[in-house]
């Protein structure tokens, strides 16, 4: 580990250059030590490497691989391997219909992160103004429904909205809302988006909320005193003091829900399989269906790279900003 | 879902690890046979198996249950794997798939060993892909109107519907009946039991789809089709039946809804009535049975030929011990104890051992005009992801859509996943 960092000065930085000067002898008897000494970093290094490269490499190759293939069940039970080229991805493209799912998921990524990071800010900001006892059941609540398995918090909603027997129906029946008997929650695609939004939110919300009460536990009490001696009120003393302090974890959520959501395949097939009329549909499940449904392997991994493409697309302003700012700390 | 597919994925490996071991013990002299849950009986299996290691020596039979859930993953990766088992059963509408893609063995050669000319047509279709044989009539299963005799009784119906007006007479009879009871349904009806509106549509001269081989165009806009959907939604308003709009009859298992007992009449199988009879015994007794009625008095409609081919994985290791003990499995003698068991048996026209048990008789009644879906590879992705049918009785019954425009909406949706 030292090995590594002094290589790495030395390579930086012009002030090691008097070490080469420092005398013939001592300097090739270092250099012949450090042929092994240099080797041991990464010696040590490479298992962790070999293993990274294994266990993400090769699926990322074998995606892009199986993407030029023709693979469905008797492809796959022969072991034979058939090269289309494009033509997976040409058949894919060319469906009018998944420009729609890719646009719908575009549009439920939105929703998802929009709602997650607003509503994690909200019961960030929340945590800190109520008193600790409040606090503490908050908390408790968030890490429950941060626990809760994915599949049951979706069956528990799916109860939730049912038209006859669910509780919401019921609640707007007993408040004079008598439309709501029996109405059906998923008689469209984007209601019932919307109710997958709902349940990603409740459970995607804890995570953003703590990871900001971090952020702003951080934030030095004397600093909002300053700026109330100053004058602020609570608006200005928020964007003055919370918000730059807040924005760097902000982003960072932002970055990890969209990753999150813009794959989200659980709730999505467990509430409604991508109905009605596949008006829930996303690009995961569109893998899902052509690939475990309809067994056309090649064509659920050509999904799978296109939706790498967009993901790339989508974080490519993060990713420029995660290199830039790496540049600057160092 | 993903969890399930998970799940069962490992369970194939783990399965196949189990398989493996037990074929090098043995040498090779180890005959793998899956069978589902729920299908022949324990004791008819076992005697099958011993009759055939008496005649096979050195032979061993290991048997093995798989569960209906997950299937389609535990078989796909069992029959990619280097031990895959030596004799599978597929549901009838699972079949296409595997022998569309070589995944089973030719059996059109051995076909007159395993009592062809007695073989229920629907299946014997569902097993053919390419004019080749690749799955072998086991039992069929198909759906019959169970009823409540002593509710029946009470409501003064005397007679069990033979046509629809009839049936429709029935549920205004049992309503008016049991008016007292807020919570009564005189017919269970879930919104999305596409099995059920297959019958309807049938009945009305309509079908799902047209074609054959591999290109079908779907054909649910056609007035018949239409006529049987207007059907399907006039029993549901006639009953008023508080089943979900939005699932099938698994969600919930309308056997635990009947078991219950808040229902008159249900559409189901008798395997699914010995589930609710297992809730409450009393039900035995007070349930019996009668084909689903036809428009036409005095006929019954045809109904969904559901049920269950055996195949041999092209990759099996022993494939002439399986095609004895295929051989075994179609003789007389058992197809015989399989109707014994509540099966329609699949290579045995005789099913005078189902008339005993009324429900049994409804069923076994009906068979012979059973009808099955498109026999297509795609149907199966079809069932295993999205099915348009349900999307349209949805849309129906939550008056989301006008009948013309469900099924037109549903046709095209139909008609595009059976081109691919």
């Known amino acids: 580990m030292t090995a590594t960092t002094n290589t790495a000065v030395s390579a930086g930085n012009t002030p090691p250059a008097p070490r080469s000067t420092a005398g013939a002898a001592p300097t090739r008897r270092r250099g012949q030590q450090s042929t092994g000494q240099r080797m041991l970093p990464y010696l040590l290094l490479a298992p962790a490497v070999l293993g990274i490269l294994a266990l993400l490499g090769w699926p990322v190759l074998s995606v892009l691989l199986t993407s030029v293939r023709k693979l469905d069940l008797g492809e796959l039970m022969r072991g034979q391997v058939v090269w289309v080229g494009f033509d997976n991805y040409v058949e894919i493209i060319s469906d009018p219909g998944f420009w729609e799912i890719t646009l719908r998921t575009l549009l439920f990524t939105a929703g998802c ?55 919401l129906n019921k609640t707007l029946v007993l408040f004079g809302f008598d ?36 952020g702003l536990l951080a934030v030095p009490g004397d600093l909002y005193e300053a700026a109330g001696i100053d004058g602020a009120n609570s608006w200005q003393s ?12 902000l982003t960072v959520c932002t970055f990890l829900s969209i990753l999150w959501d813009f794959k989200l395949f659980t709730q999505v097939w467990a509430m409604r399989q991508g109905g009605p009329d596949g008006g829930s549909t996303t690009l995961s499940v569109l893998q899902y269906l052509n690939g475990i449904s309809a067994k056309h392997f090649g064509l659920a991994a050509a999904v799978s790279v296109l939706m790498i493409v967009v993901l790339f697309v989508l974080t490519a302003q993060y990713i420029r900003l995660l290199v830039r700012s790496r540049e600057v700390d160092l | 879902m993903a969890l399930a597919a998970t799940a069962a994925a490992t369970l194939g490996v783990a399965a196949c690890g189990t398989s493996g071991g037990g074929g090098n013990s043995a040498e090779g002299g180890t005959l793998t046979v899956w069978l589902m849950d729920g299908s022949a009986s324990e004791e008819m299996i076992s005697a099958l198996n011993q009759e055939f290691e008496a005649a096979h020596p050195g032979v061993k039979v290991k048997y093995e249950v798989q569960a209906w859930n997950g299937i389609q993953d535990k078989l796909t990766t069992s029959l990619t794997s280097d031990n895959p088992p030596d004799i599978i059963e597929l549901g009838n509408t699972q079949n296409p798939q595997f022998s569309s893609q070589d995944t089973l063995t030719d059996l059109t050669d051995s076909a007159k060993d395993f009592n062809q000319d007695k073989w229920i047509p629907g299946l014997a279709e569902a097993g053919k892909w390419n004019g080749k044989q690749y799955g072998i009539p086991f039992y069929a299963a198909n759906r019959v109107v169970l009823y409540r005799t002593d509710l029946f009784q009470a409501a003064g119906i ?92 698994a969600h919930p298992q309308q056997a635990d809804v ?19 009879v297992k809730t409450d015994p009393s039900l035995k007794e007070k349930t019996s049975a009668f084909p689903i009625p036809s428009k036409d008095a005095g006929k019954t409609a045809p109904v969904f030929l559901g049920g269950s081919n055996l195949a041999i994985p092209a990759s099996a290791a022993h494939v002439d011990a399986a095609k004895d003990w295929l051989k075994l499995l179609t003789s007389d003698k058992y197809q015989t104890q399989l109707a014994k068991g509540g099966f329609v048996p699949g290579a045995d026209k005789d099913t005078t051992a189902l008339a005993g048990d009324p429900v049994s008789a409804a069923m076994a009644k009906a068979t012979a005009g059973g009808k099955a879906t498109p026999v297509t590879p795609a149907w199966a992705s079809i069932e295993a992801g999205q099915n348009p049918l349900k999307d349209m009785l949805t849309a129906v019954l939550t008056g989301a859509k006008t009948v013309p425009q469900a099924t037109k909406d549903a046709n095209d949706a139909l008609t595009k996943a059976l081109a691919k």
């Not at chain 1, 429904?145 to 006859?164: E, R, V």
């Open chain 1, 113 to 167: 992160v929009a709602s997650i990071v607003l509503g994690g800010l909200l019961v960030a900001l929340l945590m800190r103004h109520v008193p600790p006892a409040v606090r503490v059941l908050l908390q408790l609540s968030l890490v429950l429904a941060w626990a809760m398995p994915n599949l049951a918090a979706t069956t528990t909603f799916q109860w939730i909205f049912d038209p006859n027997f669910g509780i």
């Open chain 1, 179 to 214: 439309g709501f008997a029996g109405y059906s929650w998923f008689t469209s695609g984007l209601s019932t988006l919307t109710v997958i939004v709902v349940v990603v939110a409740w459970q995607g919300i804890p995570f953003t909320a703590f990871t900001m009460y971090a």
């Open chain 1, 238 to 249: 928020f964007r003055a003091v919370t918000w730059p302090a807040l924005r760097p974890i």
């Open chain 2, 158 to 249: 005397t007679a069990t519907p033979t046509s629809n007006a009839e049936w429709l007479d029935a549920i205004a009879k049992l309503k008016a009946a049991n008016a007292a009871d807020p919570d009564f349904q005189p017919l269970y009806l879930p919104g999305q039991y596409w099995y059920a509106l297959t019958s309807f549509i049938w009945d009305q001269g309509g079908d799902l789809a047209t074609g054959s081989g591999g290109s079908y165009t779907g054909a649910l806009d056609t007035p018949q089709a239409q006529a049987g959907v207007e059907f399907y939604k006039q029993l549901v308003e006639a009953s008023g039946t508080t089943a979900p709009k939005d699932n099938d009859e």
């Open chain 2, 258 to 276: 009947y078991a219950a007992g808040k229902v008159g009449m249900w559409i189901g199988m008798p395997g699914e009535l010995a589930t609710a």
